[in-house]
């Protein structure tokens, strides 16, 4: 402890006290448990979920003003404007509504305030695992059908594409991407978890022997 005034030491003492009674907020993936729970006791509307990396989503406008013009060669242009959607994985995100997909559970859910219908939000529905990941991202009206979607960053290597995830036997496609070494990287969907361990401690004292 040399080198530790006394000053530090006791903040030290009564921070990790204060942590201890207040318990830490973990991230941790939404399971079909904690979800049922939370509908049946609380409702969906109180809990806020995140994406486990950044999520990012490249929404083209449709071409407007094009350009063909011949001069011994062909010339060909036009102009288009992209909006990067980014939603990183401190971005709260609500649950607006819940569905089925092939029997299996799909929530809608919605990253931005402004939304605040299924049209807007993003789907995850649940895999076999018993986690919910990305299915859909939402359609932009005036913008490309199917925006190219990224894990983490804008890199040929993070982007997303429909796929199953481990076999033929999932309900359902979610969105992926398969690293050279053959694992698969997803889009989960998290929630914020504190647990409270509180300890009654009782003393008793021996009282010897005479």
Do not use: H
């Amino acid at each position: 402890m040399r080198g530790l005034s006394l000053s530090t030491l006791t903040f030290g003492a009564l921070l990790a006290a204060t942590l201890a009674q207040a318990g830490c907020a973990k991230r941790t993936p939404l399971s079909p448990k904690e979800l049922a729970k939370v509908t049946t006791e609380a409702g969906i509307a109180p809990l806020r979920v995140y994406t486990e990396r950044k999520l990012i989503a490249l929404y083209s406008e449709e071409s407007v003003d094009k350009s063909f013009n011949v001069d011994r060669k062909i010339t060909e242009e036009s102009d288009k404007v992209v909006d990067k959607q980014i939603t990183t994985r401190n971005t709260a995100g609500l649950i607006l509504d819940v569905d089925e997909l092939n029997g299996k559970p799909l929530l809608f859910v919605t990253f931005d305030a402004s939304c605040k219908t299924r049209k807007c939000a993003y789907q995850f529905v649940e895999t076999e695992d018993g986690r919910y990941r990305l299915a859909e991202v939402p359609k932009r009206e005036g913008y490309n059908e199917n925006p190219p979607t990224y894990r983490a960053c804008v890199w040929k290597k993070r982007k997303l594409g429909k796929g199953k995830l481990a076999s033929l036997a999932e309900a359902n496609e979610v969105f992926l991407v398969k690293k050279n070494n053959g694992k698969i990287l997803t889009m989960i969907l998290e929630v914020k978890k504190v647990t409270n361990d509180r300890t009654q401690t009782r003393t008793r004292r021996n009282r010897g022997i005479e």
